[in-house]
C-alpha cells in the first residue's frame, strides 16, 4: 500500500512527472533557441514561471462557470499524469497494466484535451470558444493516424498489453525498425495533441489571443501549463515505449538514464519539427491528418499484419 | 456555437496580431469571416496641427516623429517639399546621402516586415533570424546617423552629416552579408510548403481591383501595377540610380512577400551604386529662417508605399498647412476587399501583408490637458527606482533576490 | 515639359475660365484652382479624359474667408495636378468623388472629422480620426481652433 502511494505520488508519479515535464519544457525551450539562433532560457525557467504564476491572481470570469472552469485544469492534470505510471519504461518495483492498458491510455491521454475544451468553452470569452472548437476539431483529425500507428506496432506483438508490447520489441529489436513510419506519424500527430506548431491552431495567438486558455490566470494557468509539460513527456515516453523499448534491457539506474535520455531525444525530435515549419490553417491540418497522415499509417497496419502473417508461419 | 450562426469578433484596439492600436470588428460564421468593420484613429496624435505651431525647422523633427520605421522617408518628403517652395538647390551628396539613407531604411522595414509576416503565420524562426540580420542594418544606421531609428540627417537644404570613407567600407561589409541572407531567405520562402500554403491563394487583390482601390507601393507591385515614384516621379539621386521596378503576378500574400525580398536585393543594388558614384561637395545649403510664400506636393516612395506631403507656406516662419498621406492610409481600402470570404486565420497575415502602420495613417489633434502643469518627468532609473520605492513602502522587497538573480544570469 | 503644356492646353481648351489660372511650378507638378460650380466637370475631364487614375490626396485647407480642398491626382508618368476648390465656411458642402475613387472615403471622413465638412453621398460608417466621443463642431485643423482644457468641455 505504502509503495503504491509512493509510486502514485511520488515516483515515478505525480511528483517526479512534474518535475520532469518542467525540466522538459526547459529542455524544449533551450533547443527551439538555439536551433533559432538566440539563447534560450535557464534551466530553473520553467520553474520560475510555474512558482510565479501560483502567486499570480487568480480571476474567473463573471459569466464563467465557475466549477467547470476550475476542475477542467485538474482533470487535465490528473489524467495526464495517471498514465505515465502505465507506462514501463525501466525496470521498476511496481508497474500498474493489465490486458488492454494501451487503449485506456491512449484515451486518458484525450481527456486533457477535452478538458481544454471545456474549461474554454465554460469561460464564455469569444476567443476561448473559438480556441475550444478548434481543440476539438483538431482532436478528431490527429486522433485517428495516433491510434491505427501505436496500435498496429501493438498488433505486431499480438498484445494489447503494453509491457508485453515492450517485451516483444526487446526480444525481437530488429521489427522496431519496421516501425518507422508509424513512429513518425504518431511524432507529428503528438505535435498536434500538445498543440505545437504547426499544429498550435487552438491557441494560434495572432489570430484567438490564447485561445483555450484566454480567460485563465495564476493558479489555473500554472496547472495548464503544467499539463501541456506533462503531456509532453508523457507522449514522448508513449512513443519510447511503444516503439523503442530498449531501456528495459538495462539495470535499474541504468535502465532509467537510457529511458530520460530517450525521451529527451523524441522531445528534441518535436522541437526540431517545430522549427523549420509554419502553423497550418484548420482546413489545411485537417486535410493533412486525413490525407497524408492516415494513409501513411494504414500502409504502417498493413506492412504489420503482412509481417504477422510471416511470424506465425 | 453552432456553425450556421453568425457571432462578432473582436481583434483590436488591443490584440496580439496588431502591433498598433486599431480595432477590426470581424463578423465570423464559423471559422469564414463574412465582414470587417475597421475603426482607425486610436494613434491620433495631432501633428499636422501641431506643425503649424511651429517653425519649418522645427517640424522637420515632427515630421520625423510620425512613424518609428519609415522616420528618414516622412522627413525627405517634408524637407524636399520645403525646398522646393524656397527654391534651394540641394548639393548633389546631400541627395546622395538622402537615397543612401531611405535605402538602408527600406531594408531595415523589409526585413522587420519578413519577421511579423513569419509570426503571424506561427513561423516564430523566420521571425528570429530576419530580425537577428536586422541587427545589421540598424548597426550600419546607428553608425551614419548616430541613432537606430530616427536617423535626424535631413534638414533643409540638406544633410546634417557626412559619409567618410570608412564607414563606406562597413556599409559594403554589412551589405555584402544581408545579401547573401536574403537569397537564402528567397529560397526558404519559395521552397518551405507550409508557408507556400498558408500564404498563397490568401488575400487576393487583383491588378484592377488594386487600381480601383488605390493601393500603393509593394502591395499594388505585386498585383501586377508597375508603380514605383522612385522610377515614375524621381526624387532624390533616384533619377540617376539604375534599378529594376520588382513586381510579382501572384496577386496574394506570397505576392506581397516575393516582392519585398526581392525589393531588397534591388535595394542592395542602390546602395552599392550610391557609395560608388558619392559626388563630392558640400553636403547642404543655407535655408533662409522664413520660407517664401508657396505651395508644393512631395512625393516619396517610403518602404510601405507612396508617402505623400502637401505645404503650403504664406512666407513666415511657420507653414500655413501641412498634410501627409502615409502610405497606409491607401491600403486600408483594399484590406477590406483582401479579406471577403477568407478564414479567421488569415486575418493577421492579411492585415499584415500590407505592412500597415497605423501611427503614421493617423497623426494630428492633440487636446492639452490641464495634467501639463503637474508633469513630473522620471529618466527611466528613477523610474524604476520610483516603482522599488513603491514596492518596498507596500511590504514587498526584491532587493536581495534581484541581486542574487542577476549574479547567477551573468554566468549564461 | 511637353506633356505638362499639353495637359495644360487641353484643361484650357475645354475650359475657358480657366485660361491664365493654371500654373506650373516644377516639372511634373500642375496647380490650379476651380470655383465650386465647375469643380466636378473639371474633376471628371480630368479623370476620364486626362487618365489622372490616381488620387495621391485630399488635403482640406482654411483659407479663413472659404474652407478649401485640394485634390490631388496623379498620371502613371508621375504627373500631379492639384485641383482645388472652395466653398463657404457657412455652408461647406461639397460632392463626394466616391464615385471616382473608393479610397476617398476615408480621405473625406478626415475632411469631415477635421474641417466640418459636409460630404454629400458619403455611406455612414465609423468616424475617422477623431474619437467618438470628440465634442460638436469643434474642427481642429480650422485656423480659428485653439486647442482646449478638455476636463473642463
Known amino acids: 500500500m505504502g509503495l503504491a502511494l509512493f509510486t502514485i505520488l511520488i515516483f515515478p508519479g505525480f511528483l517526479f512527472v512534474s518535475v520532469f515535464g518542467l525540466m522538459a519544457e526547459f529542455f524544449d525551450r533551450r533547443i527551439y533557441a538555439r536551433l533559432q539562433n538566440r539563447v534560450g532560457p535557464p534551466w530553473f525557467q520553467a520553474f520560475a514561471d510555474f512558482i510565479k504564476l501560483l502567486g499570480k491572481e487568480d480571476i474567473v470570469p463573471c459569466a464563467a462557470n465557475e466549477k467547470m472552469f476550475d476542475f477542467a485544469p485538474l482533470f487535465a492534470l490528473t489524467s495526464a499524469v495517471t498514465v505515465f505510471l502505465y507506462i514501463p519504461l525501466w525496470k521498476a518495483p511496481v508497474t500498474f497494466s493489465f490486458n488492454g492498458d494501451i487503449v485506456m491510455m491512449l484515451y486518458l491521454l484525450t481527456i486533457p484535451t477535452l478538458a481544454f475544451f471545456i474549461g474554454g468553452w465554460y469561460s464564455r470569452s469569444l476567443y476561448a470558444r473559438l480556441g475550444s472548437v478548434r481543440c476539438v476539431t483538431q482532436l478528431f483529425a490527429y486522433e485517428v493516424p495516433l491510434f491505427m500507428s501505436i496500435l498496429s506496432s501493438a498488433l505486431l506483438a499480438n498484445t494489447w498489453e503494453l509491457k508485453e508490447v515492450a517485451a516483444f520489441y526487446l526480444k525481437h529489436p530488429l521489427y522496431s525498425l519496421f516501425n518507422l513510419v508509424g513512429f513518425f506519424v504518431s511524432l507529428i500527430a503528438i505535435l498536434g495533441k500538445l498543440e505545437k506548431v504547426p499544429f498550435d491552431i487552438p491557441e494560434a495567438e495572432t489570430e484567438i489571443v490564447a485561445g483555450t486558455f484566454t480567460e485563465y490566470s495564476g493558479r489555473r494557468l500554472a496547472i495548464l501549463r503544467l499539463t501541456i509539460d506533462v503531456e509532453m513527456v508523457v507522449g514522448a515516453a508513449l512513443l519510447v515505449a511503444v516503439f523503442f523499448p530498449f531501456a528495459l534491457y538495462f539495470q535499474s539506474v541504468l535502465g532509467f538514464l537510457v529511458a530520460v535520455l530517450e525521451i529527451c531525444g523524441v522531445i528534441a525530435l518535436l522541437a526540431l519539427l517545430r522549427t523549420i515549419v509554419a502553423r497550418l490553417r484548420i482546413d489545411q491540418m485537417i486535410n493533412f491528418c486525413w490525407k497524408v497522415l492516415v494513409p501513411f499509417s494504414l500502409f504502417q497496419l498493413l506492412l504489420n499484419l503482412i509481417l504477422k502473417g510471416k511470424l506465425i508461419l | ?412 | 515639359m511637353l506633356n505638362e503644356e499639353k495637359i495644360i492646353q487641353d484643361l484650357c481648351g475645354k475650359f475657358k475660365f480657366l485660361e491664365n489660372q493654371i500654373k506650373a511650378t516644377r516639372p511634373r507638378r500642375i496647380f490650379l484652382e476651380v470655383p465650386y460650380e465647375h469643380f466636378m466637370e473639371v474633376f471628371d475631364f480630368c479623370v476620364r479624359q486626362l487618365s489622372f487614375t490616381q488620387l495621391c490626396a485630399m488635403s482640406g485647407l482654411d483659407d479663413v474667408e472659404k474652407l478649401s480642398v485640394m485634390y490631388h491626382l496623379a498620371q502613371e508618368g508621375g504627373i500631379v495636378i492639384n485641383l482645388k476648390t472652395g466653398v463657404s465656411r457657412e455652408q461647406p458642402v461639397l460632392k463626394t468623388v466616391m464615385p471616382y475613387f473608393l479610397c476617398a472615403e476615408i480621405y473625406e471622413r478626415e475632411l469631415v472629422d477635421l474641417f466640418g465638412f459636409k460630404i454629400e453621398g458619403l455611406p455612414d460608417g465609423n468616424r475617422y480620426p477623431l474619437t467618438d466621443d470628440w465634442p460638436k463642431g469643434e474642427f481642429p485643423l480650422r485656423k480659428d481652433w485653439k486647442p482646449f482644457d478638455q476636463k473642463k468641455a
Open chain 2, 1 to 412: 456555437m453552432h456553425h450556421s450562426s453568425k457571432f462578432k469578433i473582436p481583434m483590436g484596439p488591443q490584440h496580439p496580431a496588431l502591433k498598433e492600436p486599431e480595432s477590426f470588428s470581424i463578423a465570423l460564421k464559423g471559422e469564414k469571416i463574412m465582414g470587417v468593420d475597421i475603426r482607425l484613429g486610436y494613434n491620433h496624435r495631432g501633428i499636422e496641427k501641431a506643425c503649424e505651431e511651429r517653425t519649418f525647422v522645427q517640424d522637420v523633427y515632427l515630421i520625423e516623429r510620425v512613424c518609428g520605421i519609415c522616420s528618414h522617408s516622412h522627413s525627405t518628403a517634408f524637407v524636399q517639399g520645403v525646398e522646393e517652395i524656397a527654391g534651394l538647390i540641394v548639393p548633389p551628396r546631400a541627395q546622395y546621402i538622402r537615397t543612401l539613407i531611405g535605402e538602408l531604411e527600406r531594408v531595415h522595414s523589409h526585413l522587420l516586415w519578413l519577421g511579423v509576416a513569419g509570426h503571424e503565420i506561427g513561423f516564430d524562426t523566420l521571425l528570429m533570424y530576419t530580425w537577428r540580420d536586422r541587427e545589421i542594418v540598424m548597426d550600419i544606421l546607428a553608425l551614419l546617423s548616430g541613432n537606430r531609428v530616427n536617423y535626424g540627417m535631413n534638414m533643409i537644404g540638406g544633410v546634417r552629416r557626412n559619409v567618410t570613407e570608412e564607414q563606406a567600407q562597413d556599409i559594403l561589409k554589412g551589405v555584402k552579408t544581408l545579401e547573401e541572407r536574403t537569397k537564402y531567405y528567397i529560397e526558404v520562402a519559395t521552397q518551405e510548403t507550409t508557408i507556400i500554403k498558408r500564404l498563397s491563394g490568401v488575400g487576393v487583390l487583383k491588378k484592377d481591383d488594386a487600381l480601383r482601390l488605390g493601393a500603393v507601393g509593394p502591395t499594388a507591385r505585386a498585383s501586377g501595377v508597375e508603380y514605383d515614384v522612385r522610377r515614375n516621379d524621381p526624387y532624390a539621386a533616384y533619377a540617376e540610380l539604375d534599378f529594376n521596378v520588382i513586381t510579382d503576378t501572384n496577386s496574394d500574400v506570397y505576392g506581397r512577400t516575393i516582392v519585398r525580398v526581392k525589393e531588397l536585393l534591388e535595394s542592395y543594388k542602390m546602395i552599392r551604386q550610391c557609395l560608388k558614384n558619392l559626388p563630392n561637395g558640400p553636403i547642404a545649403v543655407k535655408a533662409p529662417r522664413k520660407i517664401p510664400a508657396g505651395e508644393a506636393i512631395s512625393r516619396y516612395e517610403a518602404p510601405r508605399g507612396e508617402d505623400v506631403h502637401y505645404i503650403k507656406s504664406n512666407g513666415g516662419e511657420k507653414p500655413e498647412r501641412v498634410k501627409v498621406r502615409a502610405p497606409t492610409l491607401a491600403n486600408i481600402q483594399a484590406v477590406k476587399h483582401m479579406l471577403k470570404d477568407r478564414y479567421l486565420a488569415d486575418m493577421p497575415i492579411v492585415v499584415a501583408a500590407i505592412d500597415p502602420c497605423f501611427s503614421c495613417t493617423d497623426r494630428l489633434v492633440s487636446v492639452k490637458g490641464n495634467a501639463g502643469k503637474s508633469k513630473k518627468i522620471l529618466t527611466w532609473e528613477a523610474l524604476r527606482n520610483y516603482s522599488v520605492e513603491w514596492h518596498q513602502v507596500h511590504g514587498i522587497d526584491f532587493t536581495e533576490l534581484s541581486y542574487k538573480f542577476r549574479t547567477k544570469m551573468e554566468r549564461f
